[in-house]
């Protein structure tokens, strides 16, 4: 079956970075937009990047934007979220998610599969 599994949480301090990854199986990876949303407490959970299957196209919010970089790697099944200038905001549960074949999905109803999340705490 489909897994998809996120690591590098943790605790940072406010301006500091981290680097997040989410590895795929049972799945052919390089068929998939890859993107990353998050959910703080009492919060609905929101976009933060996403690159398309063919690599092309990368799309950030705005929140996130120059801060943040994601990338993948099509021979490890990988995806990226470079996290950089973190601000106490940036604090939540960070979720990798799989689109067949999309572009540029930015809600998480157009995901198709979905890792169990990673948190993030970004001390002031």
């Known amino acids: 079956q489909v897994q998809l599994v996120e690591s590098g949480g943790g605790l940072v301090q406010a301006g500091g970075s981290l680097r997040l990854s989410c590895a795929a199986s049972g799945l052919t990876f390089s068929r998939y937009a890859m993107g990353w949303f998050r959910q703080a407490p009492a919060k609905e959970r929101e976009f933060v990047a996403v690159?398309?299957?063919?690599?092309?196209?990368?799309y950030y919010a705005d929140s996130v934007k120059g801060r943040f970089t994601i990338s993948r790697d099509n021979a490890k099944n990988t995806v990226y979220l470079q996290m950089t200038s973190l601000k106490p905001e940036d604090t939540a549960v960070y979720y990798c998610?799989?689109?067949?074949?999309?572009?540029?999905?930015?809600?998480?109803?157009?995901?198709?599969?979905w890792g169990q999340g990673t948190q993030v705490t970004v001390s002031s």
């Open positions: 998610a799989a689109d067949a074949y999309g572009r540029r999905p930015t809600t998480p109803n157009e995901y198709d599969y």
């Open positions: 690159k398309s299957w063919s690599g092309g196209s990368t």
